[in-house]
């Protein structure tokens, strides 16, 4: 496994990193530890959690991880989204308690959303600030779904030493620019969401562009796409099985480096695949009219990743996979809370609209 320097941390971590919001069946902490070793063992080492994550246990899996691993051969990183600086310290020695560690060693501010959020984040940056020096944490970073120019702003004004960015074939435009601040500033820049949350490997004929090289499959070509990034550090996925860790560390094998130029023109040739889909973050929740956002939305990327897709086959997506009907998406009442939280800032209420006339 390639590793790599985050930023100027000192800190060399693997190329792929393991992201903890994926474990299938969380309750069975046992089963999911192994596959954490699974990848350890496969030279991985930087593990990537929060709280609430996987119904609140991610962390406790990693924790009953971690008690197998070799002090000082791996890396965890842990968030808050606390804006009181109490709270913030809380979620810090919570986490400490359940990853079986004396200290976090990337610690995030975690999904900043707007501006505004940030600019209300002061206190419990002042608590992290003050945790750091305490040896509470290794270093300070931050993550958000920003747009790339708005995002750079934050890293200017904040004392981070990295970030986490959501970055991938599809949304890299939206994003390059934090990129480009990043690598200017010297900061560590992991990346989240590589897959497109599932869309990628889910619609392989419509990603086939990905996997023209030799050898390269189209989930490897993604993975390539990002780690590829000279400003990239790592690529954290979220795995569910111990095959997908195995393609995953072999996607990156070898893989090359790319400069800023030829990255550029990689970019260019990827511009406009399939814009404006949905990755499923979830950030859009909660409805204040109780809609299923996610579902709509997945139901609603299949009708832009297939034209012969029929009404009957939206409908049954929504039923068999969120049990839901298009019924749901006529409770909207335009109040817009979901766009102004959504990630790829997508037009939601008039895809909900269209949904919704499914059932009419």
Partial sequence: ??????????????????????????????????????????????????????????????????????????????????????????????????LNVDAIDFFHIWCVITLDDWAGRKEALKAAVRAKEEGLIRHLVVSSHLEGNQLASVLKDGPFEGVTLGYNVINHSFRQAALDASAEMGLGVVIMNPLGGGLIPQNQQRFAFLGKSPNTGVVQGALRFVTSSPAVTSAIVGFSSAEQIDQAVAAVEDAPRLTQQQHAELRKACDGCIPGVCTGCGYCLPCPAGIQIPGMMDAYNMKLLSKDITDAALIQRLDWQWDITPAQANDCTRCGACEDRCTQHLPIRQRLEELGKLAR
């Avoid at 990193?17 to 999911?32: E, K, L, S, T, V």
């Avoid at 929060?50 to 002090?71: H, L, N, R, T, V």
């Fill in 1 to 98: 496994m390639q590793q790599r320097l985050y930023g100027k941390t000192g800190k060399s971590v693997s190329v792929i990193g393991f992201g903890g919001m994926r474990f299938p069946n969380p309750q069975d902490i046992d089963a999911n530890a192994r596959l954490v070793l699974h990848a350890y063992h496969s030279g991985i080492n930087y593990f990537d959690t929060a709280p609430g994550y996987c119904g609140d246990k991610s962390e406790i899996i990693f924790g009953a991880a971690i008690k197998q691993m070799k002090p000082g051969s791996f890396y965890v990183s842990t968030k808050s989204s606390a804006r009181d600086k109490g709270e913030l310290r809380s979620s810090i020695e919570r986490s400490i308690d359940r």
